[in-house]
Structure formats: C-alpha cells, structure tokens
C-alpha cells in the first residue's frame, strides 16, 4: 500500500517535525530505525500486524542504555543533594562526613532497590500482552529472550561507581565552588522530564520556524549575565578521536544566546564541557561565534534532510513520505543492535 505526495494520507502526526541531536543521530544510522522511531504512528493504518510491536519496541532499552540512564539519576540526585549541603554551610551550619557518606549509601541503595525491580518486572513481563504496555519499563534483552541475569550486579556496580569517581575527581571540587561563588547553578531533574523547558526558541531563525529543536544541559552556571558554564556528562564510551567542543554543547549555547534574543555571542562568554564519567576526562572549550554559526548551518541542514522524509516537504503537518523510502543500513553491525530488529523482520517494504 502506497500513497503519492499529493494524496490525502491517513497518516497523522501528532507534532510538528522536530530536531535533536539524538534524532539526527538515529537518521544518519538508519532511515528505516528513523521511521520506526519516529513515525511508529504512521503504520497503524497500513501495517497494523506490526504497529504494536514496533511501539512496544521504541519504549525499550538496551542495559547499556539503562546504565546510562541511571547513571544520570543517581549523579543529578546527588548534585542536587550536594547543593543543598553547599547552601546549609553557607548559613553557617556545618554538614558533617559521617551525614554525607550516609546519605551517599542511601542513594546507592536506593538506585540498587530500583534497578532491581525494574530487572524483574522487565523479566517475567509476557512479551505479546499488548494490553497495559505502554509507559512500562522494558530491557530490549528480555524481549529477546535473552539470559542476562548474571548482567544485573555489574550494572548495578557501574552505576554506582560512576559516582564514586566523580565524588573522588577535581570535577567534584569545581563544582563545589560552581555552587559556592555562581549566581545561580542550574541542576537538571532527568527523573521528571521537562520537554517544554527542552524547548530552543528558533523562530528568529528563518529555516527553522514550525520545528522544534530540543535541547537541555545536565548542569549550568550563571556567573553573570554575560559568564556561563555549561556541564554534560556522558555514561557512554569515550571518544577518543573526539576533539574541541561537541555539537551538543555548541546547541546549548545556542539555546541560552536565543533566550536572550539572538543568536550571537556579543560579549558573552560561554565555556561548555562533556565530561565521561568512566574516565572523568572532559573535551570542551569556551565557545567562538564560529561555533554559534556553524551549529546554526548544521540544524537548518539537519532540518532540510529532515524535510526530505516528509510529505511535500512540510514540517508542519509532518507526515512521513511513503515507508519504502526510508531505507535500511546495510550494516550487519548496527541492524545486531538494533531494537528495532524484530519489526525490521517482518516489514516486507
Ligand atoms: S534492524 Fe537494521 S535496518 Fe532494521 S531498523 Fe534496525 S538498524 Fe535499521
């Protein structure tokens, strides 16, 4: 079943399009995991054998994944932890070791207590009940009836030693003075998301209006109107070939020059770092206009590959071109990855 660009399209997004470092990312990987990840919607009507599936599906994640992500939890918990002891010892009251290696243990335990449930739930879920799916917690491992029980402690540990390493490195003291001398210290909640804060404001950009840039920096620092830190931390591999600043902190940058009117430096001076929690290496710098400008080509050109996948180009309606134009990787390597695997199977397209 196909529909031509000038059809109506029973297909119907819900949003308008929208761009992040991570959509990109999947785009540049796969077309055809882009469509699963991002169009889900689109195959309800045309391939309804497999929509609940692939849904099913873009809700999982990989243990490496999940580490990642608990990793964030139990490091934004802490900062956030850190900053109220920094606050009550500035009024003068002190917080003793003995209190702070305490509430350090009662975060690890509480991640551990978490993580362990959801290992279990994810475990003895019935993989082909649609039925109350969504929103769950899924590990891509079980779904594929793979035996990882012997993963769980090792995940545990890596999350847990992932703030060890911070508590024990120079970054820890840098941001004890961030909380101590910055007007403000901005520290994020990955638990609640908050996907209108996320929000870049482009419509100043003209090949970015009706799309949605998402964006937000695990910590940043206001020294003054025209000073700021911004601070990612990355669960993942280190990239050793990686060099200067980020694509997604030069994003960051730009989100905070566009909240304040434009999309120039002027004065201001932003220094960004990526900082890898398994080595506490960091790669970064104090950002140029060269960086501002050139992360600005790179998402109207993001944008208009985008743009390509849509019906008559339209960012608005958003509704994703005929699925055979989404091509697969030929990479063996990514498709092993790949969550999707299981609908990429089955989809005959
Ligand atoms: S299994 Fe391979 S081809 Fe299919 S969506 Fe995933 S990465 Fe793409």
Known sequence: ?????????????????????????????????????????????????????????KGLKSIEMWIGEKSHYLLSDYLHLFKSWVAIEKDGEEVSDTVRVQAIEELKEKIKAEMESEFQFSKERDYRDYQDFFGKFWLSEHFYGEEVDAKLPSAIEKVCA??????ASNWHSKVQDYFETAKSVYVESPRIPDFEAMKVQVSKIPALRNVSVMAAP?????????????????????????????????????????????????????????????????YGGVLMQDDIDGIVTKIEKDVGLQKKFLVDEDPVRNIPVDAMMFTKTSSVKKCESCTFRSVCEKFKV
């Open 218 to 282: 695990d910590f940043g620092v206001v020294f003054s109107d025209t000073d700021y830190v911004i601070l990612d931390r990355k669960s993942g591999k280190e990239d050793v070939l990686q060099e200067g600043i980020s694509d997604q902190i030069k994003v960051y940058a730009l989100k905070m020059l566009l909240k304040k009117g434009y999309a120039n430096l002027n004065g201001v001076r932003i220094e960004g770092q990526e900082v890898y929690l398994n080595t506490m290496n960091n």
């Open 1 to 57: 079943m196909s529909y031509s660009s000038t059809s109506p399209s029973p297909r119907r997004a819900m949003k308008s399009l929208a761009w992040s470092n991570t959509r990109i990312t999947v785009l540049e990987r796969c077309e055809r995991k882009y469509y699963f990840s991002y169009y889900t919607f689109a195959l309800k009507q045309e391939y309804p054998e497999i929509w609940q599936e692939a849904l099913v599906l």
């Open 162 to 167: 992932n703030l060890d390493r911070f508590i």
